[in-house]
């Protein structure tokens, strides 16, 4: 009995080494989150999945030349645990049509600072009734030619800059002949976009018969249909669970924490971990075969609807410095007759004056989003040429 005593001691005395030792990482990762420097986005690594093969369906687009020596831009990774939102009014949103889809219903401004108190932002974003980002100067083009849909996320929305410094701005004044709708949705899951342009019937929210839909790529995307811990902890838990259905197509039944309630209870607790936040881990990183197959037929279903309101151009846009699985995603692409944009090659860090990212934060400056609509805006110039009427 003694012999049994004993072995349970020590076992209590080992469970709680173990929780001591435990407790101790999590304090002391914690004191490094508030103190370690700068973090910097390197260049981006779609070289690491090897050279880009050669097709008429990837367009590269070769990087201005780099500008002179400036002060460091390396910034902070985002760190959702000391990150604070403020939206004023706080209930903005709401669902869109008869699915699960949620977007803001009105405007709002927008405050994000740092749990410490330090402000990052201060924006007014400007909700039109289609619940899209208003675009300045693109109601008053009377006579566009074309329409020109930039699907993406935050960055396409343009989270951290004001109206007039968003890519779709910076495209609308460079493109006088097109107008220019932001289809950009904060925190995407790329779902969101199917659902989203399945719900598009044409006039009034699309004015024009024919035109060009463009779909911002970034690596997080397919982490995001992947159900990654960072994604579904942070705020995914919330979002709509995409998947294949029986008759092919994919959308969502259920949200995220009612499709996956215990992986939303592990990834609530996995980002609230310091030492996940300082070691900045995720899981899953890697997408497979079956991940890849599954992002690039969501994509060609997202092209199908847009061919429906009109499009005769549609591309995919690998986004500078979050492009690292563009090579592994592209076969797949190529395979379905799907054109793409490659900017990966692009190291932003070194093509802008200031900061290319938003300190302390991540999200592209205005700057940035200047640069790259400089770099698209000739590509599609190319396509002002009429093209077939809706339904044709």
Known sequence: MSDVKSRLIALGLGAALVALLAVSAEWF??????????????????????????????????????????????????????IMDIRVPPDTGGRIGPGLLWLPRQSFRFIRKTRSGQLIW?????????????????????????????LGDSFIFGEGVDQDETLAADLGQDLPWARVYNYGIGGLFPGELLERMRLVKGPPEIKEKTGTAVYFFSDSHILRNMCSLHSVGGWGYSRPYYRGQADGRIAAEQ??????????????????????????????????????????????????????????????????????????????????????????????????????????????????????????????????????????
């Open 122 to 150: 201060d924006l007014n974003c400007v909700i039109d009734e289609f619940s899209r980002r208003d675009t300045p100067g693109e109601r008053r083009k009377a006579r566009a030619e074309r329409f020109l849909l930039l």
């Open 29 to 82: 990762c914690g004191r490094l989150l508030r103190s370690r420097g700068p973090i910097n986005w390197g260049p981006s690594q779609a070289a690491a999945w090897g050279e880009a093969a050669a097709s008429p369906l990837r367009i590269v687009v070769e990087p201005p030349p780099p500008v002179a020596a400036k002060e460091s831009t390396a910034l902070r990774a985002m760190d959702m645990g000391e």
């Open 255 to 392: 949200y995220i924490k009612d499709a996956r309630p215990v992986w939303t209870f592990l990834a609530k607790l996995f980002v609230r971990s310091n030492a996940a936040r300082f070691l900045n881990m995720d899981f899953p990183t890697q997408p497979g075969e079956k991940d890849l197959r599954f992002m690039a037929e969501m994509i060609g279903q997202l092209q199908a609807e847009t061919r429906r309101l009109g499009a005769d151009r549609f591309y995919v846009v690998f986004y500078p410095n979050n492009s690292s699985m563009a090579n592994r995603l592209f076969p797949y692409l190529e395979k379905a007759g799907i054109p793409c944009i490659d900017m990966s090659g692009w190291n932003l860090l070194e093509l802008t004056k200031g900061p290319a990212f938003i300190p302390g934060e991540g999200h592209p400056t205005a700057e940035t989003h200047r640069l790259i609509a400089g770099a698209l805006s000739r590509v599609f110039s190319a396509d002002r040429r009429p093209g077939p009427r809706r339904g044709a």
